[in-house]
C-alpha cells in the first residue's frame, strides 16, 4: 500500500452484488436543500438592487525594464497628465513594488526618492519600506546582510523602528530565497534589538531549517534564543521537529523529543502521538506503533481517527492483523466509527498473508456498516485477487470498477495485466489498457510501458513452453 493516504475519493458504487449477485437500488441525486433559496423571487430582487462596483480609474504602471530613467520618466508623465487624480501612498507603493520586481535594489531606492521629490503628497509609510526591505531579502547577489540593513536603517531614519511584521517579512523572504542561515542571524540580531519573532515567524523558521538543514543545526538555533534572548519552543515547536525526524526515519531523536517535551512541562496532543506512531508504520514496526498508542493512553491523551487508522495501518503492514482486527470494536466504543481508510488497510493486511476471500469478506462488512469503498479499496482487491490466482472474481471486481468510473492503482494495474497474460487472455489485457489510459489512472507511457513488458515476458514465456 505504501504510505499512508490521507485522503481518499469515495465511491457512489454498492458492490454487495460482487458478493452476492445482488444489485442495489439507487436513486437519482437531489439538490441539496441549502442550495435552493426559500423564495427566489426576494432573492432576485436583493440581487438586482445591488450596487454595481465603482471600477478604479487609477491607472497602472507595470515596469518591464529595470532602467531608471525610463521609470522616473513614466511615473513623471503619470503624473503631470493625471493633474485631477489622487496618487495616493498605497498607489506610490504599488509603482515602488512593481519596479522593485525587475530593478536593483539601489535603483528602487532612488526611485522612491524621487518620486517624493516630484509628488510631495506622496509621503512613505512603513510599507513603502517594507517593500524595499523584501527586495533587499530576496536579492541573490548579496552574500551577506548588507542590503538588508540598508533598508532596515533606511526605515529607522525615516521613523519606523522594526517590529514584528517586519521580522516576519525578512524572514520569510530570506527563506524563500534560500538564505536560512542569514535569516538566523538576522532574527538574532533584530531579537537583541526589542523586535524579537513571534511564534508565526519562529515556528516558520524552525520549519525551513528541518526542511533544509541538518538537525544539529535547528537543535543550535533553538538553543541559542533560548539562552541569548528567553524564547522557548512551544508545542507547534516539538510537533514540527517530530515531523520531521518520522519522515527522515530517525525515530529515536523523536523519541529523545518526547521526553524533552515532558521536561518542559508540555503535554504532547494526539498530533504528536500519531506522527511517531507514522514513522514506526514506515519501518513496518507495528508493535513499536501499538507502544506508542499504549503510552497515548496512560498518559491520558484521548486518541481519535486518525490514530487508529495509523494503528490499524501499521499492524496489518507488519502481519499482525488480528491485532488490527481488535480495533475495529475499540473504535466503535470510543465514537470513532472505521471509514475506508481503516477497512482498506486491514483489507491490505489480509491480502498479504494470502487470504483474499478474506479481505473480500471485510468488503461486505463494509458495506453493511454504510462504509463507502473508494478507489484504494478497489484496487487493494484487486491486486490481492490477482496475487491469489482468483482471476475470476477479480475480473468481476474490475467490472464493477469500470461502472463506478473508478481508477487503478499502478500496482493492481501491472499485476492484473501479468495475470490475464499468463491465463492466454491478451485481448482482456489490451481492454484493460485502454480502460487505464481512458479512466487516466496512468500516463499513457506508463501504461503502455507496463503493457510492452508484459507482452514481452508473455512471447518469452511461450518461447520456453512456460506460458500459453
Given at each position: 500500500m505504501g504510505k499512508?493516504?490521507?485522503?481518499?475519493r469515495?465511491?457512489?458504487?454498492?458492490t454487495?452484488?460482487?458478493?452476492?449477485?445482488?444489485?442495489?437500488?439507487?436513486?437519482p441525486p437531489?439538490?441539496?436543500?441549502?442550495?435552493?433559496p426559500k423564495n427566489?423571487?426576494k432573492t432576485q430582487q436583493?440581487i438586482?438592487n445591488r450596487?454595481?462596483?465603482?471600477?478604479?480609474?487609477?491607472?497602472?504602471?507595470?515596469?518591464?525594464?529595470p532602467?531608471l530613467?525610463?521609470?522616473k520618466?513614466?511615473?513623471k508623465?503619470l503624473i503631470?497628465t493625471q493633474?485631477n487624480t489622487?496618487?495616493d501612498?498605497?498607489?506610490?507603493n504599488?509603482?515602488?513594488?512593481s519596479?522593485?520586481?525587475?530593478?536593483s535594489?539601489q535603483?528602487?531606492?532612488?526611485l522612491?526618492?524621487y518620486?517624493?521629490k516630484?509628488?510631495?503628497?506622496f509621503?512613505p509609510?512603513?510599507h513603502?519600506?517594507?517593500?524595499?526591505?523584501l527586495?533587499?531579502?530576496?536579492?541573490?547577489?548579496?552574500?551577506s546582510?548588507s542590503?538588508?540593513?540598508?533598508?532596515?536603517n533606511?526605515?529607522?531614519?525615516?521613523?519606523?523602528s522594526?517590529?514584528?511584521?517586519?521580522?516576519d517579512?525578512a524572514?520569510?523572504?530570506?527563506?524563500s530565497s534560500?538564505r536560512?542561515?542569514?535569516?538566523v542571524?538576522?532574527?538574532?540580531?533584530?531579537?537583541?534589538k526589542d523586535?524579537?519573532?513571534?511564534?508565526?515567524?519562529y515556528?516558520?523558521?524552525?520549519?525551513?531549517?528541518c526542511?533544509?538543514?541538518?538537525v544539529s543545526s535547528?537543535?543550535?538555533?533553538?538553543?541559542?534564543?533560548?539562552?541569548g534572548?528567553g524564547?522557548?519552543?512551544?508545542?507547534v515547536t516539538?510537533?514540527?521537529?517530530i515531523?520531521n525526524?518520522c519522515?527522515g526515519?530517525?525515530?529515536?531523536?523523536a523519541?529523545?523529543l518526547?521526553?524533552?517535551l515532558?521536561e518542559?512541562?508540555?503535554?504532547?496532543?494526539?498530533?504528536?502521538?500519531?506522527t511517531?506512531?507514522k514513522?514506526?508504520?514506515m519501518?513496518n514496526l507495528g508493535s513499536?506503533?501499538?507502544?506508542?498508542?499504549n503510552k497515548?493512553q496512560?498518559?491520558?491523551?484521548?486518541?481519535?481517527?486518525v490514530?487508529?487508522?495509523?494503528?490499524?495501518?501499521?499492524?496489518?503492514?507488519s502481519g499482525?492483523?488480528k491485532e488490527a482486527k481488535k480495533?475495529?470494536?475499540i473504535m466503535?466504543?470510543?465514537?470513532n466509527?472505521?471509514d475506508a481508510?481503516?477497512?482498506t488497510s486491514?483489507?491490505?493486511g489480509v491480502c498479504?498473508?494470502?487470504?483474499a476471500?478474506?479481505?473480500?469478506?471485510l468488503?461486505?462488512?463494509?458495506e453493511?456498516?454504510?462504509?463507502?469503498?473508494?478507489d484504494?479499496t478497489?484496487?487493494t482487491?484487486?491486486?490481492?485477487?490477482?496475487k491469489?490466482?482468483?482471476?475470476?472474481?477479480a475480473?468481476?471486481?474490475y467490472?464493477i470498477?469500470k461502472?463506478?468510473d473508478?481508477?487503478?492503482?499502478?500496482g493492481?494495474y501491472?499485476t492484473?495485466?501479468r495475470?490475464?497474460?499468463?491465463n492466454?487472455?491478451?485481448a482482456d489485457?489490451?481492454?484493460v489498457?485502454?480502460y487505464?489510459v481512458e479512466?487516466?489512472?496512468?500516463s499513457?507511457v506508463s501504461?503502455?510501458?507496463t503493457?510492452?513488458g508484459?507482452l514481452?515476458?508473455?512471447?518469452?514465456a511461450?518461447e520456453?513452453?512456460?506460458a500459453?
Amino acid at each position: 500500500m505504501g504510505k499512508i493516504p490521507q485522503a481518499f475519493r469515495t465511491s457512489q458504487l454498492p458492490t454487495s452484488q460482487f458478493l452476492k449477485n445482488k444489485q442495489s437500488p439507487s436513486t437519482p441525486p437531489q439538490k441539496p436543500y441549502f442550495l435552493t433559496p426559500k423564495n427566489p423571487k426576494k432573492t432576485q430582487q436583493k440581487i438586482n438592487n445591488r450596487p454595481e462596483k465603482v471600477k478604479s480609474l487609477t491607472p497602472l504602471i507595470n515596469f518591464t525594464s529595470p532602467n531608471l530613467s525610463d521609470a522616473k520618466t513614466q511615473f513623471k508623465s503619470l503624473i503631470s497628465t493625471q493633474k485631477n487624480t489622487p496618487f495616493d501612498t498605497r498607489f506610490c507603493n504599488s509603482v515602488l513594488q512593481s519596479y522593485s520586481c525587475v530593478s536593483s535594489f539601489q535603483d528602487s531606492i532612488l526611485l522612491l526618492n524621487y518620486m517624493v521629490k516630484i509628488h510631495p503628497e506622496f509621503l512613505p509609510d512603513r510599507h513603502t519600506y517594507h517593500v524595499l526591505l523584501l527586495q533587499s531579502c530576496k536579492s541573490t547577489d548579496d552574500d551577506s546582510l548588507s542590503s538588508v540593513h540598508d533598508a532596515l536603517n533606511l526605515m529607522a531614519n525615516n521613523g519606523f523602528s522594526p517590529n514584528k511584521v517586519t521580522t516576519d517579512i525578512a524572514v520569510r523572504a530570506l527563506c524563500s530565497s534560500g538564505r536560512e542561515e542569514h535569516a538566523v542571524e538576522l532574527v538574532k540580531e533584530l531579537s537583541s534589538k526589542d523586535s524579537p519573532p513571534d511564534t508565526y515567524t519562529y515556528n516558520f523558521l524552525i520549519r525551513c531549517l528541518c526542511r533544509n538543514r541538518s538537525v544539529s543545526s535547528m537543535n543550535n538555533f533553538i538553543k541559542d534564543m533560548r539562552e541569548g534572548f528567553g524564547i522557548k519552543p512551544d508545542l507547534v515547536t516539538y510537533t514540527i521537529m517530530i515531523d520531521n525526524v518520522c519522515n527522515g526515519k530517525n525515530l529515536r531523536e523523536a523519541t529523545r523529543l518526547l521526553e524533552v517535551l515532558s521536561e518542559e512541562g508540555i503535554k504532547p496532543d494526539a498530533y504528536v502521538y500519531n506522527t511517531i506512531m507514522k514513522g514506526y508504520c514506515m519501518l513496518n514496526l507495528g508493535s513499536e506503533a501499538l507502544g506508542v498508542y499504549n503510552k497515548m493512553q496512560e498518559e491520558g491523551v484521548k486518541p481519535d481517527l486518525v490514530t487508529f487508522n495509523t494503528l490499524v495501518y501499521g499492524l496489518s503492514k507488519s502481519g499482525k492483523v488480528k491485532e488490527a482486527k481488535k480495533f475495529l470494536r475499540i473504535m466503535a466504543e470510543t465514537g470513532n466509527f472505521p471509514d475506508a481508510v481503516t477497512y482498506t488497510s486491514l483489507m491490505n493486511g489480509v491480502c498479504r498473508q494470502g487470504d483474499a476471500l478474506g479481505a473480500l469478506a471485510l468488503l461486505e462488512e463494509m458495506e453493511a456498516r454504510g462504509c463507502t469503498p473508494n478507489d484504494c479499496t478497489y484496487s487493494t482487491l484487486l491486486h490481492g485477487l490477482c496475487k491469489a490466482k482468483l482471476l475470476d472474481k477479480a475480473i468481476e471486481l474490475y467490472e464493477i470498477m469500470k461502472k463506478g468510473d473508478m481508477k487503478l492503482d499502478a500496482g493492481s494495474y501491472g499485476t492484473f495485466l501479468r495475470t490475464l497474460c499468463r491465463n492466454g487472455r491478451v485481448a482482456d489485457a489490451y481492454e484493460v489498457f485502454e480502460y487505464a489510459v481512458e479512466s487516466k489512472s496512468l500516463s499513457d507511457v506508463s501504461a503502455y510501458t507496463t503493457l510492452e513488458g508484459t507482452l514481452k515476458w508473455l512471447m518469452k514465456a511461450r518461447e520456453q513452453g512456460l506460458a500459453v
